[in-house]
């Protein structure tokens, strides 16, 4: 049979990062690539725990179907949290539970693009959503990043231009890929711009909690008194992304719209994983975790930046990231990081060109990403030697 | 701000059930409205085995982020058990794991309906797989219901009527809402009309190991050799719904196509939850616990349609299904059985009027349906009585 998909899934590839790291599987390949929080990180002993309580003590609870929006000692629990610890979101909000952050994309596209909207988003950005914006036959315009942030003049340059803009797409904290934070004066420019011209912002924040230096700012969603602001938050990075929960801090009526979108979608998360994160964060101190998780982000963001300041020609530019899990170089002379990325594969270290995370995909891009937190320390010594001397032999 | 949200997801309300069960929190209702499986059944002293097994032994592969289309382990597995045991799947077909069957249901739709598509059901069906469908845009066309499934001649009928037909759902075992089980003759008669008109058929088989009496009738992906059936299962009434794990097997370019749509919708299934189906397939003999499953169930059928012949107005007709969770009942006269529901409700006993499951929302349903699965036994005994009492003062 000859088969005719929709038009809106034409225009999405899979994701060329998780294409990479399905074929590097070579044991040796030192990986750069991949978006992994160190699973050192990862409360095992604790989450044995909760598991072992709720399955002796009260097992329908997490195996019976539940609510779609979310267990809701979970939901009230975030809920809490955002409000007095995050001071985001207010009585107009709701809390709704998701399966990863992801799935807020997803969610929250699929109620409010139509095919052939547009959305705004960083230039580059992290391809998950970007995809899952073009999976519902939106057009993408990207805004060039700058060292505090998207490009101002850009992005009102781009709010004059094109009709049917339906919203931006931003991660203030240490962007994926580039690792830049956006500044306190151009949070508050863009929730401005925003409520000016009447569009929504869906702001992303993964790893928001993951600052290892520098003085905290705070969300765009803590300046929303207009409901112009959708809020995405994960446990992926805090506890561990295979449970797959996230959360979204949204008005009421887009809140309750992405919840009948998840009744079709997957009726609701995984109940087990749900009360892990509540029980997480009731009993074990969520925050307190989160200090911890920063002591072993510190130490591999700087190991990784002092091995990349001893061994990169000085001609390869880098961000230098206060928090999250990634660090952006950019080799001089705006020429195509793909031929540079696969010399790297041959000598077995794996990165992800720039194109990847491209807002045009048939651009050109020069840049590549760098993950510290999911190789080991050996590895990272080892690989950025070899990306080291290769900047050399690459960049004269 | 004034919310402007996407065409095709206006078209989509809440399910009338998941609302119903929210009122319902009345700890004295007698409920017959869920679709939930017996609590009893659930394999928990297992579960808590297996999760407490990796979580000491290999916590870090269950915590951190896995492959789109499932646990390696998981997909082996059930792909041999759905060809060995089912003979479900050939060499160009493909198993991907999703997060319950409904996400089954949301990603095919996803990959395949343009808005304005026409998708034929059975009349009535599953409404979480006809909202799904409603989510992307679709006009749904209805087939009425015959003892041994769909009447093949409106389905011909339809075939021939409307223009750009993509497929036909189907839950030809035990099916939702009515308990209805096609016969093997339109099994096969239903797969020659798909080819003959080249739509795909997507078949639904949430309950088809709940079979408590009569032959087994294989499914239609038995028979196809041409590419034309998506098939659907899921460990929601075997192991537990709360899990959310479900999986497709269907050919290759489409599974391929719905795995990018799912690197979009939630990057991949918990993985926790995927594990404990492997494990508990692998380890602890799935066929054994669906043989005590059917015993349960077979009590629960029986118990509940005995007292309904004790108790009901004969002119009530109602089904008598040799599996799965539902009876479905019909007043007689055409009337609307939405009075009769709330009438019930308001005596304590909770039963989903037809409505909630008419491909037409805007038809008048006489049916209503029951389910035994959830209730304890003693509550089964007193709602029927208070349902048969009220069939006779509602059906002069």
Redesign the interface.
């Known amino acids: 049979?000859q088969?005719?998909?929709?038009?809106?899934?034409v225009a999405?590839?899979?994701?060329a990062i998780?294409e990479i790291l399905?074929m590097s599987t070579d044991p040796n390949l030192i990986s750069f690539a991949?978006?992994?929080?160190a699973?050192d990180a990862?409360p095992?002993k604790e989450?044995?725990e909760i598991?072992?309580k709720v399955?002796?003590e009260d097992?329908?609870s997490?195996?019976?179907?539940?609510?779609?929006e979310g267990y809701p000692p979970l939901r009230q629990a975030m809920k809490q949290m955002m409000r007095e610890h995050y001071h985001v979101g207010n009585d107009q909000d709701e809390l709704l539970i998701v399966?990863?952050a992801?799935?807020a994309?997803?969610l929250f596209s699929?109620?409010?693009?139509?095919?052939g909207d547009v959305v705004l988003a960083e230039d580059p950005s992290f391809v998950?959503a970007l995809?899952?914006f073009r999976?519902?036959g939106a057009k993408l315009v990207g805004i060039p990043m700058e060292e505090d942030g998207l490009n101002l003049a850009e992005l009102e340059k781009a709010l004059q231009t094109y009709e049917k803009i339906?919203f931006i797409y931003l991660i203030p904290n240490f962007q994926n890929p580039t690792g830049i934070t956006m500044s306190w004066a151009k949070r508050k420019a863009v929730y401005e711009l925003a409520v000016k011209y009447?569009i929504?912002i869906l702001e992303d924040n993964p790893y928001g909690d993951l600052r290892i230096k520098g003085e905290n700012v705070p969300a765009i969603k803590t300046l929303d008194k207009?409901?112009?602001v959708v809020y995405m938050g994960s446990f992926?990075k805090v506890i561990?992304?295979?449970?797959?929960v996230g959360y979204t801090v949204a008005?009421q009526?887009?809140s309750q719209?992405m919840?009948?979108?998840k009744?079709?979608?997957?009726?609701?998360?995984?109940?087990?994983?749900q009360y892990i994160c509540e029980r997480y964060v009731a009993v074990y101190d969520l925050l307190a975790h989160i200090e911890d998780l920063k002591k072993i982000y510190k130490r591999k963001t700087e190991l990784m930046l002092g091995e990349m300041d001893k061994h990169f020609n000085p001609k390869v530019a880098y961000t230098r990231p206060e928090g999250g899990l990634f660090i952006y170089c950019t080799l001089p002379g705006g020429v195509d990081s793909i031929p540079f990325c696969q010399e790297a594969l041959k000598r077995g270290v794996a990165v992800v060109p720039g194109i990847a995370f491209a807002v045009d995909e048939d651009s050109v891009s020069s840049g590549f990403r760098l993950n510290f937190s999911t190789p080991s320390d050996e590895n990272i010594v080892k690989g950025i030697e070899i990306l080291g001397k290769l900047t050399y032999e690459w960049v004269k």
Not at 12 to 15: A, G, L, R
Not at 240 to 244: I, T, V, W
Request: aromatic share 6%; proline share 7%; charged share 15%.
């Open positions: 049979m088969y005719q998909f929709s038009d809106k899934m999405v590839k899979p994701s998780r399905k991949a978006g992994n929080p699973p990862f095992s989450v044995a598991t072992a399955l002796a097992p329908v997490v195996l019976q179907y539940s609510i779609t399966s990863g992801e799935q994309c997803d699929k109620v409010i693009l139509n095919e998950g995809n899952s999976s519902y339906k009447n929504l207009t409901g112009h992926s561990a992304p295979g449970l797959r008005p009526e887009i719209k919840a009948i979108a009744q079709v979608a997957d009726v609701h998360t995984t109940i087990l994983a």
